[in-house]
């Protein structure tokens, strides 16, 4: 599966939109960007999944450029509840469903 | 619909011990997938079994294995433990199938926070 990067850590502040940026320069062609969250001593939680363009949902949108080297994972108006660690995976399944976390982007909100 | 669960929630154990962590699915699903998450780090995946017959298998040695039963429960057995099996142990299950992408959505049990002394 393909190699992800995203950053280490982010702060916000309650209220605004927080984009969180996944670099994925090796993606093939069937692979899909897919971006779980999770919280202190809790699974991870899907969020959302793309190929292309814009996918947008109640929680959160994706952004994935034509070139598909990268994404971004917006969360609109965030709050407090919203700290936690967002991963970005990228795959496409095949004979196995399994999921390749990286170490994540641990996102910070304050009041 | 009740989610996914795990028991126990926190396991204490010593060097060279064996033991069982269990898992009860979604409703519906027919896949589980374990993943060990030591402190820091994302998940790392152990394998899946889908269909009661493994389906799959992450970087990880043969002390490690696992079931899935009828009712697609399933249950993850460490055998001779060593310190740096501490970690969480999370069990997801989901639907085979489900996503056109082939990468089904999973869903995750709050875990077993497993502790070898």
């Known amino acids: 599966l393909a190699k992800t990067t995203q950053p280490i850590s982010m702060d916000s502040y309650e209220g605004q939109e927080v984009n969180i940026t996944c670099s994925h320069n090796n993606i093939a062609t069937n692979d899909y960007i897919t971006w779980y969250q999770q919280f202190p001593s809790q699974g991870p939680r899907f969020i959302i999944q793309?190929?292309?363009t814009k996918v947008t949902n109640e929680v959160a949108s994706l952004f994935i450029p034509a070139d598909r080297k990268s994404s971004t994972l917006s969360l609109p108006r965030v709050s407090l509840s919203d700290t936690a660690v967002y991963y970005c995976?990228?795959?496409?399944?095949?004979?196995?469903?399994?999921?390749?976390f990286g170490t994540g982007t641990l996102l910070a909100v304050q009041p | 619909e009740t989610g996914v669960t795990q028991s126990p929630t926190h396991l204490i154990k010593t060097r060279g011990q064996q033991v069982t962590l269990r898992c009860s699915s979604q409703s519906g699903h027919n896949t589980v997938s374990w993943y060990q998450q030591a402190l820091g780090q994302g998940p790392q995946f152990i394998f899946q079994y889908y269909r009661e017959e493994e389906n799959g298998r992450g970087n990880f040695p043969p002390r490690f294995s696992g079931l899935q039963f009828p009712n697609y429960s399933s249950e993850l057995n460490v055998n001779a433990l060593e310190l740096d099996d501490s970690a969480l142990y999370l069990c997801a299950s989901s639907l085979w199938g489900q996503q056109a992408s082939g990468l089904d959505t999973q869903y995750f049990g709050p875990g077993t926070r497993l502790t070898v002394l």
């Open positions: 995976l990228v795959g496409s399944g095949g004979a196995t469903n399994k999921l390749i």
């Open positions: 793309g190929y292309k």
